[in-house]
Every structure is written in structure tokens, then in C-alpha cells.
Nanobody, 119 residues
Framework: QVQLVESGGGLVQAGGSLRLSCAASGRTDSMNAIAWFRQAPGKERDSVALIMWSGGNPYYTGSQKGRFTISRDNANNTVFLQMNSLKPEDTAVYYC????????????WGQGTQVTVSS
């Protein structure tokens, strides 16, 4: 079992920055890919970025590319999402999720953290 807890969300003005954290506990040695997703009101949950727990380049999707940076701190079992140049359309609940080796299916999810960007 892996437990994930997100933090760092909040209210920020457009153009501002936030840094989200995802703290993992439990069988972190079994984790494969760790990803950030987001879900805006009335919309489907979309992927934002992912990083492999064992190393390698991160992957980004959508309009966040170039503004968001995913990183990890293996020693502290934490994954971060640095979000810069935030836009009102970035407003959403942000979730982190983990898959376990050898699968890429995300089976563990955090409770989410709200990010609100005002114009």
C-alpha cells in the first residue's frame, strides 16, 4: 500500500506561483510513475505531468508545458509540482497519483488540493 498526501494549494493571483507537494508513505519502494492530475469544476480529470520514481526525464501534457515543473525528492519520498505564470484556467483540484511496478496504471491517489487562480 502507498499513501499520498498533497499540500500547497491555495488562492493566488494570475501570474503568480505555487508549489504543490505530494508526500508518499508506505511501500514507496514499489512506486513506478508518479503523476499530477487536475480536475476543474464540471470537467474531466486531466493529466498534468509525470515522473518516474526511479529516474529519467519528466513528461508534461497540455498548456502547462513550460510553466509547470515536476520534480522528486526520493530521500524524503516527496514529489513536487512547481507552477509558474498561473492562469485562471489553471483553477482546479490537483491530485497526485502513483502506479506500482511494473504497471503504469495509477492505483493510489491523494485526496487533492485546491488551487484557485484569480484574474
Amino acid at each position: 500500500q502507498v499513501q499520498l498526501v498533497e499540500s500547497g494549494g491555495g488562492l493566488v493571483q494570475a501570474g503568480g506561483s505555487l508549489r504543490l507537494s505530494c508526500a508518499a508513505s508506505g511501500r514507496t519502494d514499489s512506486m513506478n510513475a508518479i503523476a499530477w492530475f487536475r480536475q476543474a469544476p464540471g470537467k474531466e480529470r486531466d493529466s498534468v505531468a509525470l515522473i518516474m520514481w526511479s529516474g529519467g526525464n519528466p513528461y508534461y501534457t497540455g498548456s502547462q508545458k513550460g510553466r509547470f515543473t515536476i520534480s522528486r525528492d526520493n530521500a524524503n519520498n516527496t514529489v513536487f509540482l512547481q507552477m509558474n505564470s498561473l492562469k485562471p484556467e489553471d483553477t482546479a483540484v490537483y491530485y497526485c497519483a502513483a502506479s506500482v511496478r511494473p504497471s503504469y496504471k495509477y492505483v493510489y491517489w491523494g485526496q487533492g488540493t485546491q488551487v484557485t487562480v484569480s484574474s
